[in-house]
């Protein structure tokens, strides 16, 4: 059902039909000044489309001009522009920048393997069985330290390190 004011409207450009005239009509009763208003809107629109249309000289200008008054009044463009500046406002920063450190310690966790707890072997565990010497002037001994996992080959008697085995 139309609104009051549209059918208003309708009646006052012409556009309603037989049926719709007179309940519209009847409803008017109650709206004195709306036939007064009819009158001058029709005296109105007779004025206008008595007058010549002027021939505009640079059209493009003026709807040029036309839309940037419209864009300025339009308090839309302002908040979409407000909403662009602020899109890395202080509460966004500091979620974005939480976020990125949830990431980082996710792949952390997962990529980078763990230490092995203590007293655990280790995937390249070796162990010394036997240990002799070639020469039997030099004697050997291994030495084990659990809280270090450590083996140490320990060598007494030799006279030298050959060059081959010096620290570089």
Same mark, same amino acid.
């Given at each position: 059902?139309?609104?009051?004011? /549209?059918?208003?409207? @309708?009646?006052?450009?012409? $556009?309603?039909?037989?049926?719709?005239?007179?309940a519209?009509?009847k409803? +008017? !009763?109650?709206?004195?000044?709306?036939?007064?208003?009819r009158?001058?809107?029709?005296?109105?629109?007779?004025?206008?489309?008595?007058?010549?249309?002027?021939?505009?000289?640079?059209?493009?200008?003026?709807?040029?001009?036309?839309?940037?008054r419209?864009?300025? /009044?339009?308090?839309? @463009?302002?908040?979409?522009? $407000?909403r662009?500046?602020?899109f890395?406002?202080?509460?966004?920063?500091? +979620? !974005?920048?939480?976020?990125?450190?949830?990431?980082?310690?996710?792949?952390?966790?997962?990529?980078?393997?763990?230490?092995?707890?203590?007293?655990a072997?280790s995937?390249?565990?070796?162990?010394?069985?036997?240990?002799?010497?070639?020469?039997?002037?030099?004697?050997?001994?291994?030495?084990?330290?659990p809280?270090?996992?450590?083996?140490?080959?320990?060598?007494?008697?030799?006279d030298?390190?050959p !060059?081959s085995?010096?620290l570089?």
């Amino acid at each position: 059902m139309k609104t009051f004011e /549209e059918r208003l409207t @309708a009646w006052i450009d012409g $556009q309603l039909t037989g049926p719709e005239i007179v309940a519209f009509e009847k409803e +008017l !009763a109650a709206h004195p000044e709306a036939a007064a208003e009819r009158a001058e809107a029709r005296k109105l629109g007779d004025l206008l489309r008595a007058q010549p249309v002027p021939k505009l000289g640079n059209d493009d200008f003026f709807n040029h001009q036309l839309m940037q008054r419209i864009a300025a /009044e339009t308090p839309r @463009a302002v908040e979409s522009e $407000q909403r662009r500046a602020s899109f890395w406002s202080l509460p966004r920063l500091v +979620l !974005a920048g939480a976020a990125c450190l949830l990431v980082t310690l996710g792949l952390f966790q997962t990529l980078i393997p763990a230490g092995l707890p203590p007293g655990a072997k280790s995937d390249y565990y070796a162990e010394v069985v036997e240990l002799w010497p070639g020469d039997p002037s030099i004697s050997a001994c291994t030495v084990y330290s659990p809280k270090d996992n450590v083996t140490v080959v320990w060598l007494e008697g030799l006279d030298y390190i050959p !060059a081959s085995y010096a620290l570089k």
